[in-house]
């Protein structure tokens, strides 16, 4: 049984930052793309960004590019979000996903279907 578990969500102003882990089991978490999404009340859960199981790209969402910054640890099966000048539109619920394709590298990595296990998501609020 994949468990994916996140944490170090919490409140924030405006401006400042917040990382994110996710601890991953299960699974041979070296072998599959790991992303991050979030879902704000009232919408629909939207991509934020992915990395692939080495590590060696990544994808961000339009909205977080040069402000987040996603990496992974495969010695410790945990992939991390490092979240700066965060703004109050950031505020939502962050899941991190496992990839469905062992060692995919393709465009799916994007797509919320691409995933099959989700962690249980924590917390992320900004104040202005």
């Known amino acids: 049984q994949v468990q994916l578990v996140e944490s170090g969500g919490g409140l924030v102003q405006a401006g400042g930052s917040l990382r994110l882990s996710c601890a991953a089991s299960g699974r041979t978490f070296s072998t599959y793309a790991m992303g991050w999404f979030r879902q704000a009340p009232g919408k629909e859960r939207e991509f934020v960004a992915a990395i692939t199981w080495g590590g060696g790209r990544t994808v961000y969402a339009d909205s977080v590019k040069d402000r987040f910054t996603i990496s992974r640890d495969n010695t410790k099966n945990t992939v991390y979000l490092q979240m700066n000048s965060l703004k109050p539109e950031d505020t939502a619920d962050y899941y991190c996903?496992?990839?469905?394709?062992?060692?995919?590298?393709?465009?799916?990595?994007?797509?919320?279907?691409?995933?099959?296990?989700w962690g249980q998501g924590t917390q992320v609020t900004v104040s202005s």
């Open positions: 996903a496992s990839h469905r394709m062992a060692r995919t590298t393709s465009q799916t990595m994007g797509v919320r279907e691409s995933y099959d296990y």
